[in-house]
């Protein structure tokens, strides 16, 4: 059986090299972002052909894939899971960043430099929204007394 990361690797070497130097360059935004936001190692893996970063620790965090598609060669795709608020909170915080649906897609640019912040906001969001969830809802409960 293929090793996860290697099977990943292979993808994204069949993109064209705009593509793979940019999907280069957010693996290393998601790494970074999974050490500062303190979610623990990353799996990659495939899901749906699609290269993906998860953490490794249960329910801590949600999926964040990626993909090129040779119909849209300009530009690259990223996924967060539908049923979360991720794409509509990255809409309101970051409007200037093209082509997200609000639900689940965000697109990235292959011709413009990479939106670092916007995307490493993204995987901090993405890799610790399990966990920011419960947080939210233990605080909700809270009585402040003043």
Not at 65 to 77: F, I, K, S, Y
Not at 86 to 110: E, F, S, T
Request: charged letters at 25%; hydrophobic letters at 45%.
């Amino acid at each position: 059986m293929e090793n996860p990361e290697t099977a990943l690797n292979d993808v994204i070497a069949g993109w064209p090299v705009p593509a793979a130097q940019k999907a280069a360059a957010c693996r290393a935004v998601f790494l970074d972002a999974a050490r500062a936001a303190d979610v623990g190692p990353l799996a990659e893996s495939l899901k749906w052909g699609q290269p993906a970063w998860r953490p490794v620790t249960p329910r801590m965090g949600s999926t964040l894939r990626m993909d090129w598609d040779a119909g849209q060669p300009g530009q690259l795709a990223l996924f967060v899971d539908c049923k979360t608020d991720l794409a509509a909170r990255m809409r309101d915080l970051y409007p200037d960043l093209p082509g997200n649906d609000g639900q689940r897609r965000i697109v990235i640019d292959l011709e413009a430099p990479l939106p670092e912040q916007a995307i490493a906001h993204l995987a901090e969001m993405t890799f610790g929204y399990h966990r920011a969830k419960r947080q939210r809802g233990v605080n909700a409960g809270v009585v402040l007394r003043g």
